[in-house]
């Protein structure tokens, strides 16, 4: 599913990643913990496409992603990969329908086809009724479901969250945590999940801990699902 081989990456003289290895595999939800600074983002960036590593490979469902350029990256980047940020980077003039369409859209999708598929994840999310409504309407947990459910619209490889749950209240935030447990029960979901949240880190099926900019510890955790 995901194959990491060897990854580094220097900012300047400033060594981020020194030589990261692992593997995900479909349906598995793995958290990546470790001190600011330990390379969490950088690596979730990459995984990601948003930025690319120095040296190593990055292979998604056997493409090897570090030969993709220009379009054909972006392609592969909205169909293949969701995102899931920390400040929900809803757009504030659309609706939570519109805003949850737009990477269907960009895929060449039709509206039709988009707004049926956006309402079926908002119904599964739990916020169907507030489909209508604009980001400014919506609570915070409501708008990170939202947030969830664009990511969710290509059928994507793989989930990407950064620091999902680190501005809602912990009941809130609970709340986000089991909707990733229960995607994955339905979609078949993959995530890979940077937090700083211990509840979170520890309900995944693996946690990944990161040290100044390697892997110290993939260690299964102790509660496997």
């Not at 899931?84 to 509206?111: D, R, S």
């Not at 990407?160 to 945590?177: F, K, V, Y």
């Not at 890979?192 to 390697?214: S, Y």
């Amino acid at each position: 599913m995901i194959e990491i081989s060897n990854i580094k990456k220097s900012y300047g003289s400033l060594e981020v990643l020194k030589g990261i290895n692992l593997h995900i595999t479909k349906g598995e939800i793995v958290s990546i913990v470790g001190a600011s600074g330990a390379g969490k983002t950088t690596l979730l960036q990459i995984i990601g496409t948003l930025d690319q590593s120095d040296s190593g490979v990055l292979k998604i469902n056997d493409t090897e992603v570090n030969t993709l350029k220009g379009n054909k990256l972006a392609k592969f980047r909205n169909k293949n990969i969701g995102f899931v940020f920390q400040f929900h980077h809803l757009l504030p003039e659309f609706t939570a329908l519109e805003n949850v369409c737009i990477p269907f859209f960009i895929a060449g999708g039709n509206k039709a086809d988009a707004e049926n598929k956006a309402m079926k994840l908002l119904s599964i999310l739990g916020v169907a009724e507030r489909a209508h409504h604009k980001p400014n309407e919506l609570s915070g947990g409501e708008q990170q479901r939202v947030a969830v459910a664009r990511a969710l619209i290509n059928d994507p490889a793989i989930v990407l969250a950064d620091e999902p749950s680190g501005n809602l209240d912990s009941n809130t935030a609970n709340n986000l945590h089991q909707l990733f447990f229960k995607l994955r029960t339905e979609l078949n979901q993959t995530f890979v999940i940077v937090t700083h949240n211990e509840e979170l880190a520890a309900m995944a099926d693996r946690k990944i801990v990161m040290r100044d900019g390697v892997v110290v510890t993939p260690s299964e955790s102790e509660n496997n699902h």
